[in-house]
Nanobody, 124 residues
Framework: QVQLVESGGALVQAGGFLRLSCAAPGGTFTWYSMGWFRQVQGTAREFVASISRRGDTTYYAGSLKGRFTISRDNAKNTVFLQMNSLKPEDTAVYYC?????????????????WGQGTQVTVSS
């Protein structure tokens, strides 16, 4: 089973940008489609974006499309989330997740493996 390690979370001012990374050490990364979710304490984990095994299909939460971009580098076993024009409401813990079945989906239950999360805080 793949292991996932997120990084790149930070404190940033509104209007700024961040690039999150999710590394998956080992040789099975290309077997999985990948997703990013986020969660504010006390609320449900929210879908952000998903990407297919080869990176040729992506899917975004409607409210985030245009500001956030998901991508992957299979040679480096890493998936990225580029976040631009950040807003205070983007403040959350961001999680990456892996789906063995290869679905590009917003459904949390489809993802079998989760990282530990990385904190993103956007100040106004």
């Amino acid at each position: 089973q793949v292991q996932l390690v997120e990084s790149g979370g930070a404190l940033v001012q509104a209007g700024g940008f961040l690039r999150l990374s999710c590394a998956a050490p080992g040789g099975t990364f290309t077997w999985y489609s990948m997703g990013w979710f986020r969660q504010v304490q006390g609320t449900a984990r929210e879908f952000v974006a998903s990407i297919s095994r080869r990176g040729d299909t992506t899917y975004y939460a409607g409210s985030l499309k245009g500001r956030f971009t998901i991508s992957r580098d299979n040679a480096k076993n890493t998936v990225f989330l580029q976040m631009n024009s950040l807003k205070p409401e983007d403040t959350a813990v961001y999680y990456c997740a892996a789906d063995w079945a290869g679905a590009v989906t917003s459904s949390r239950s489809a993802y079998e493996v989760w990282g530990q999360g990385t904190q993103v805080t956007v100040s106004s």
